[in-house]
């Protein structure tokens, strides 16, 4: 009777993780007019030929909002989102004028498709163990032994093959960033800088940026 219970619940566990997998497979790809639409702002500024403010030898965009805009771009599989909302809520008590914006961080193209490759390897090697189909005599050859035991303890191979092929998955879209930009310009970067800042830095970079801002605007 314990046997079939445990049996019972893996198969739940196992069903979970497979329905949580094609969800995920099922997301649309994030929106690109937000990149577009910067980049043609962009480029009418210069056709214009309105000179842009410069900070610490970058090329700044002048603010196309009513108030400023703080953008923070995040690993959101890293757990980065509570992060953010903490800072969020702490900057607009002292800035209450302040658009702060936030979102994924997006990994490389190749690294997404990678990821999306093995999520389905990962999918269709538990739909093989589970449904118990030999493919080695089809291709002429011998069955391993590996495999012969994985289809005999199906359950507990499929668990370690969905947790061992979801390492990899999993590290190709952690980026581990966290990007924060004032009005279009990079003021931080977790990726160079390799930590996060704390609230009184971001704080402090908030309140500089204002400023400068201000002054030449």
């Not at 403010?53 to 509570?82: D, Q």
Request: charged share 20%.
């Amino acid at each position: 009777m314990a046997d079939n219970v445990r049996i019972l619940a893996y198969g739940l566990l196992l069903n979970l993780f497979f329905f949580l997998t094609v969800l995920d497979l099922m997301r649309s790809p994030p929106s690109t007019a937000a990149a577009t639409d910067e980049a043609e702002e962009q480029a009418a500024i210069l056709e214009k030929g309105i000179p842009q403010p410069k900070l610490m030898n970058m090329e700044m965009p002048l603010p196309t909002t009513a108030g400023p805009v703080l953008k923070i771009l995040f690993c959101s599989s890293c757990g980065y989102r509570k992060t953010f909302d903490q800072f969020r809520t702490a900057l607009l008590e002292r800035h209450a004028d302040l658009l702060i914006e936030g979102g994924n961080f997006e990994p490389a193209l190749w690294r997404t498709q990678l990821a999306k490759a093995m999520s389905y390897l990962k999918i269709a090697v538990v739909a093989l163990l589970i449904s118990g189909f030999n493919p080695f005599p089809a291709l002429g050859m011998d069955t391993p032994q590996a495999y012969s035991w994985a289809v005999a303890n199906k359950i507990y191979a499929g668990l370690m093959a969905w947790f061992l092929l979801g390492i990899p998955e999993n590290s190709l879209i952690s980026t581990g960033a966290f990007e924060v930009f004032y009005n279009g310009v990079p003021v931080w970067s977790k990726l160079e800088s390799g930590r996060m800042p704390d609230f009184q830095e971001l704080l402090s970079i908030v309140g500089q940026h204002r400023e400068y801002f201000k002054t030449e605007l």
